[in-house]
């Protein structure tokens, strides 16, 4: 005989079997309640049942016995221990997941398509590895049940127009944000933020990058469960904690991007936009609301307009290509092959013919891998060139004067330029490769009213403060501070300052320099004609005496190097300085 004993005080409250049932091992003999909740009491064997002990109600003490059986062989089939009755809490799961699906709401997203548009969630599937996102508060609705039936928020608001989470990229672990615009038009709602938040907080700790994608208006006024709980919501934290974040921020927009997430895309490191996009801090109705007229949404902020502020630091024809670079960008600490340059033989870049400008984007060609080049702002600023690239394999950033642009002077737009992206490869911790071919800062009573003096400034004191590995090559023209400002302050800077022969330096332009030193010598020539012959003598002189191999002789910076070894000296000085690491200070959203 066998018997079934308590093994806590509890009370009885069903008795399953009688004397003479047989039982099958697994078979519920007695269910015992303790601390409200019930216990199944089974047979650990088969048998037939010589005696029940208790009765339903019963209090029990540890060790009363409860069923006694003689263990056998029975003829009835095993019992089935697991539940096959209908499971509603199951139910009711599956069917509130199955709203989250873009499934659930065919209209919308057939709406979307017929824009030429994606859904959040079809960004947020081409972002991550397939299988590896988690999503964060995907059941939250919008803060509205006091005004609306809670089914109907369910259904319509789903997310509350934000869908959160971590994932994969390539194998690397990424948070993204995706708002999502067929929810109450994009905008923030107060449990929209209560997810961003959350998420950054995961980001942060976990020190993972963070993409967002930006498309939607501003903060809504109509949630009305915590409308007696606050006045403005002044106090929302999502905006400083997601610019004080200091992972790479990659924001992606398209379509309309206003107001709060408009200033969440401005604070992104990287900001990529698609040619139908129209970003502004302020949307129709806040133009309205401050009696500034009434404004089409579709008159604010295009594309075009913010390519050429430099608010869009690259813009894509749609999202698929938008999320393919912010893969690019997530991928630049990645190892990658070594490809062969694109471009023509690096000797023939720069033309024979010292006075002829040629496409400095021709010489990125032929030292950088095959397509490998990303250039950033590139409407913006145009006097300057940037962009990452890998030379060999290895991430860098690109900072390149534009001879095609005002002869590759400085203007207080490409300072700007250069100074951001200096901060931005020092934050992500990217070895820099400056391009030389400066006559210096741009001058002249004009110039000087655009603020030249601060905008300048701004490129010296990111060198200053660059902690990454750096490269200066000279590829012609190096004249004064503006050649300084692209070696990171000067040629002792980097950690190698080269200069191909074609490299000529000076304190300023040869000609200016002939024209200020020689100005009385000069006039005092009557002859046209011989006047103009002593200025090019004079001229070739200067030249000569700051060619590249001249002054790589007084040591005026490291080396001269053949235009063709370039990549190869790159590699070898980035070797040596050892691996970049993220410096941890912020990146100006200017």
């Excluded at 062989?73 to 499971?87: I, L, M, Y």
């Excluded at 499934?103 to 997203?109: D, I, L, T």
């Excluded at 127009?161 to 390539?170: A, D, E, K, R």
């Excluded at 409308?227 to 992606?252: Q, Y």
Aim: hydrophobic share 45%; charged share 20%.
């Amino acid at each position: 005989m066998k018997t079934i004993k308590s093994d806590n005080p509890a009370i009885v409250s069903d008795v399953r079997v009688a004397e003479g049932d047989e039982i099958a091992k697994g078979a519920v003999l007695v269910v015992t309640e303790l601390m409200k909740m019930q216990h199944e009491i089974r047979a650990t064997e088969s048998g037939v049942v010589a005696a029940v002990h208790v009765t339903a109600g019963q209090e029990l003490a540890e060790g009363d016995r409860l069923v006694t059986y003689s263990p056998q062989s029975v003829t009835q089939s095993a019992v089935n221990t697991k539940e096959t009755e209908a499971r509603p809490e199951f139910a009711e799961y599956e069917a509130r997941r199955a709203l989250l699906e873009d499934g659930a709401r065919p209209e919308a997203v057939a709406r979307r398509h017929a824009a030429g548009l994606r859904t959040a969630r079809e960004n947020i599937d081409d972002l991550f590895d397939a299988g590896s996102f988690t999503e964060y508060g995907g059941f939250a609705v919008a803060a509205q049940r006091s005004k609306r039936p809670l089914d109907q928020l369910q259904s319509r608001t789903q997310g509350d127009g934000i869908i959160c989470g971590t994932g994969l990229v390539n194998g690397r672990p990424v948070a993204a944000m995706a708002v999502d615009y067929t929810v109450l038009a994009g905008t923030q709602g107060y449990n929209h933020h209560r997810k961003m938040d959350r998420l950054i907080a995961v980001a942060k700790e976990g020190e993972l990058p963070i993409v967002l994608f930006a498309e939607g208006g501003g903060g809504r006024p109509n949630d009305c469960d915590v409308a007696g709980m606050m006045v403005a919501g002044l106090n929302v934290p999502s905006f400083r904690h997601f610019a004080a974040h200091k992972g790479p921020k990659i924001g992606i927009v398209t379509g309309l991007c206003f107001a709060g997430n408009a200033a969440l895309f401005g604070v992104c490191d990287v900001r990529i936009a698609t040619t139908n996009s129209w970003i502004g801090m302020g949307g129709p109705a806040m133009i309205e609301g401050g009696g500034l007229g009434v404004v089409d949404a579709r008159e604010i902020g295009p594309s075009e307009v913010q390519v050429a502020n430099g608010v869009i630091d690259h813009l894509t024809q749609d999202e698929e290509g938008a999320v393919a670079v912010a893969k690019t960008l997530l991928g630049l600490h990645d190892a990658s092959g070594d490809v062969d340059p694109s471009g023509e033989a690096p000797r023939t870049v720069v033309p024979a013919d010292r006075t002829r400008a040629y496409d400095m984007r021709d010489a990125v060609a032929t030292l950088v891998d095959a397509d490998s080049f990303l250039e950033l702002r590139r409407g913006f600023g145009t006097g300057m060139i940037t962009g990452f690239a890998r030379v060999h394999g290895r991430a860098v950033g690109v900072l390149a004067n534009n001879p095609l642009h005002i002869g590759g002077a400085i203007d207080a737009a490409a300072a700007d330029k250069g100074a951001r992206f200096l901060q931005l490869c020092d934050a992500w911790g990217l070895a820099v490769v400056t391009l030389c071919d400066t006559p210096g800062f741009m001058v002249g009573p004009e110039i000087e009213q655009t603020g030249q003096v601060a905008h300048v400034s701004r490129l010296f004191l990111a060198g200053a403060h660059f902690s990454q590995p750096m490269v200066t090559v000279i590829l012609r023209k190096a004249y004064g501070l503006g050649a300084m400002a692209m070696a990171g302050g000067g040629f002792d800077r980097p950690n190698l300052c080269c200069a191909w022969p074609t490299g000529e330096v000076g304190a300023m332009g040869l000609e200016g320099a002939v024209r200020l030193g020689h100005r009385d010598h000069l006039a005092a020539i009557e002859d046209p004609a011989e006047r103009e012959a002593e200025y090019q003598r004079l001229v070739a002189k200067l030249y000569e005496n700051g060619k590249a191999l001249n002054a790589a002789s007084l040591l005026e910076f490291d080396t001269v190097i053949d235009p063709a070894d370039t990549r190869a000296e790159i590699t070898r000085v980035f070797a040596v300085a050892g691996p970049a690491e993220p410096s941890g200070r912020y990146v100006d959203a200017w």
